[in-house]
């Protein structure tokens, strides 16, 4: 069996985080060592010296008090610095090495800490729904941690993030903190990544500094190939595909509005951990007022919504229409139609199973919207943006088509003069 102790420092701003030990007996002495950060480039050791008395009886899962029968005695300077035991769980180990198995039953022990990673129009939602209903609860055991920039960071530091959601406006959502910096904050049990595309390698690569091998990465932004990208640049942690449908917006720094869509998150497996136990996750977002739905493969779902959003982002950024207008337009519509077969194509290469009827569903899906509605995507574009998320859909069609053997023509054509 094995020791999982839960510890808390006495020294300021120092965040200390779960160890687990083995293996574990009769009567044991572990060594916890812990580093504190006292200054910027200084950094010393604590020792804390802890004996654990366990009966050959203790029953797995029951909770025990250890005792500190020491201080550090190599550097009197730490005296006062010392670790304070808080509790341990003793957890039956049966010969575990770090399999799925043992990193998804650690997840499930708590999520206290929480990173929203990218305070936009979906990170602004769901962060500020988060914020916002432990903050009435008065809920002091989970933190929330919102990774922003610029104005919009500084206008959440003095005021809180304004949410105005269908059912409620003016909503008052305050974080823990506020930061553009990840490695301010303590590593996170749960991290919703919700940058852009283009943000998304620099974002995981400092991310990957600050977290925990039970860490939780539920990426809410568009595209198919989102986990494989995550992957290149972060081995450790759990990472769960998901998808979104709502349309949010930043209305002005430090103001975000829901302007339609249910709002629902759907997520799945991580195809590295395939037994992982979604019960904790799925209680902590009914607990948090955001309606969550698991599915152990998510990838229909996730195609699903990239064959609408990347067609109709293409045609849309491509003709300066309204998705009013493209279904309208014959001649759009039927590029719509063609971008979308290309894209299914390539999803029936990669083995997916989509509905017979998907790109019909997809073009009557854009009817729903009101009339007017541009894509994210035309935005940037008739904006003149730096950055856009052309690659995440002219890029990625014609990459996977290219090592699959599906000819992408007409994205191809597409891509190109939006280009130009």
């Known amino acids: 069996m094995r020791i999982l102790c839960t510890l808390h420092s006495y020294i300021p701003g120092k965040i200390l985080r779960n160890r687990a030990l083995s293996p574990a007996g009769m009567n044991l002495s572990y060594i916890l060592s812990e580093i504190s950060q006292t200054d910027p480039g200084k950094r010393i050791d604590i020792y804390s010296y802890c004996h654990i008395m366990i009966s050959s009886n203790t029953r797995s899962g029951s909770w025990i008090q250890p005792r500190a029968i020491g201080k550090n005695s190599m550097d009197s300077s730490c005296n006062g610095l010392c670790t304070k035991f808080l509790t341990s769980r003793v957890i039956e180990d049966e010969n575990r090495n770090n399999s799925g198995e043992d990193v998804a039953m650690n997840a499930e022990a708590r999520i206290r800490n929480i990173c929203i990673y990218g305070v936009g129009g979906i990170g602004g939602l769901y962060g500020g729904k988060i914020a916002y209903d432990l903050h009435q609860r008065g809920n002091d055991q989970r933190r929330v941690f919102f990774i922003a920039r610029g104005p919009h960071l500084a206008e959440i530091r003095r005021n809180g993030l304004i949410l105005n959601t269908p059912e409620h406006r003016d909503m008052i959502c305050t974080p ?94 991580d195809p590295k951990i395939t037994d992982f136990n979604p019960e904790a996750l799925i209680r902590f977002f009914s607990q948090v007022d955001v309606t969550f739905r698991w599915n152990d493969d998510p990838y229909p779902e996730i195609w699903k919504k990239y064959i609408f959003i990347a067609s109709f982002g293409l045609v849309s950024a491509y003709s300066g229409k309204t998705l009013d207008e493209i279904v309208s337009n014959h001649r759009l519509k039927e590029t719509t139609r063609e971008i979308m077969m290309e894209i299914v194509a390539i999803a029936g290469e990669r083995g997916i199973a989509l509905p017979e009827d998907v790109v019909n569903l997809s073009i009557d899906k854009a009817r729903d919207f009101p009339p007017g509605t541009k894509t994210s995507y035309q935005a940037d574009v008739e904006k003149k943006a730096k950055r856009n998320e052309g690659d995440l859909f002219g890029g990625t069609i014609i990459r996977l088509g290219h090592r699959l053997g599906v000819p992408t023509p007409v994205t191809k054509g597409i891509y190109a003069a939006i280009q130009k």
């Open 176 to 269: 823990t903190m506020v930061t553009d910096n990840v490695g301010e904050i303590p590593p996170p049990d749960l991290c919703l990544m919700c940058v852009k595309s283009y943000d998304l390698d620099n974002a995981i690569k400092a991310l990957a500094k600050n977290i925990n091998p039970s860490t939780m990465i539920i990426p809410l932004l568009n595209g198919v190939d989102v986990y494989e990208r995550i992957r290149t640049n972060l081995q450790d942690g759990m990472v769960l595909p998901a998808c979104v449908y709502v349309g949010t917006h930043i209305e002005k720094p430090g103001i975000v509005t829901q302007s339609g869509g249910e709002g629902i998150i759907l997520c799945g497996s």
